[in-house]
């Protein structure tokens, strides 16, 4: 079968789903906005229990993945990504997510090298960029300081 690329072309534009962008922005801004005013309402609800702003942010974060990884398990999660797209990818819930659901695809390999090599075969490149970029920032702002006699 012999088909030119103007063909495929056509082929391939009646067979693509159409594009629904504004509903699909307004889902994703909608839900995400939603998963950091929950955040919100966490970390004043700590404060308000006579945490410190450093304390309470920390314990926010923790709820938040823990949160996260519970709706992973229960296929939550997923139904609520379907609707909300790229709305689900608030940095703390959308990094709990990929990690867990990873984690949880390979329990059938066991612990050690199905649930926590899949999970650092996610979090590892994030951890090591992560490290590695905050280091870099760090010798930036040293050379910077000592140079300007800042530091």
């Given at each position: 079968?012999?088909i030119?690329?103007k063909?495929?072309a056509?082929m391939q534009?009646r067979?693509?789903?159409?594009s629904?962008s504004?509903?699909?922005?307004?889902?994703?801004?909608?839900?995400?906005?939603?998963v950091?005013?929950?955040?919100?309402?966490?970390?004043?609800?700590l404060l308000r229990t006579?945490l410190?702003?450093e304390t309470?942010g920390?314990?926010?974060?923790?709820?938040l993945?823990?949160?996260s990884a519970?709706?992973?398990?229960?296929g939550?999660?997923?139904?609520l990504?379907k609707?909300?797209?790229?709305?689900?990818?608030?940095?703390?819930?959308?990094f709990?997510n990929?990690v867990?659901?990873?984690?949880?695809e390979?329990?059938t390999?066991?612990?050690?090298l199905?649930?926590?090599?899949?999970?650092?075969?996610i979090?590892?490149?994030v951890i090591?960029y992560?490290?590695a970029?905050a280091?870099?920032?760090?010798l930036?702002?040293?050379l910077?300081?000592t140079?300007?006699?800042?530091?």
């Amino acid at each position: 079968m012999d088909i030119t690329p103007k063909d495929y072309a056509a082929m391939q534009a009646r067979r693509a789903p159409r594009s629904h962008s504004l509903a699909d922005i307004a889902g994703a801004f909608t839900i995400g906005g939603a998963v950091c005013a929950v955040g919100a309402l966490v970390r004043a609800w700590l404060l308000r229990t006579g945490l410190d702003a450093e304390t309470a942010g920390a314990w926010t974060t923790v709820i938040l993945v823990c949160a996260s990884a519970v709706l992973t398990s229960t296929g939550l999660y997923a139904r609520l990504a379907k609707h909300a797209g790229a709305g689900t990818l608030v940095p703390v819930t959308g990094f709990a997510n990929a990690v867990s659901a990873a984690a949880i695809e390979a329990r059938t390999e066991g612990l050690v090298l199905g649930v926590g090599a899949k999970a650092f075969t996610i979090a590892g490149p994030v951890i090591l960029y992560g490290t590695a970029a905050a280091s870099a920032c760090g010798l930036v702002y040293w050379l910077v300081g000592t140079i300007t006699g800042t530091l």
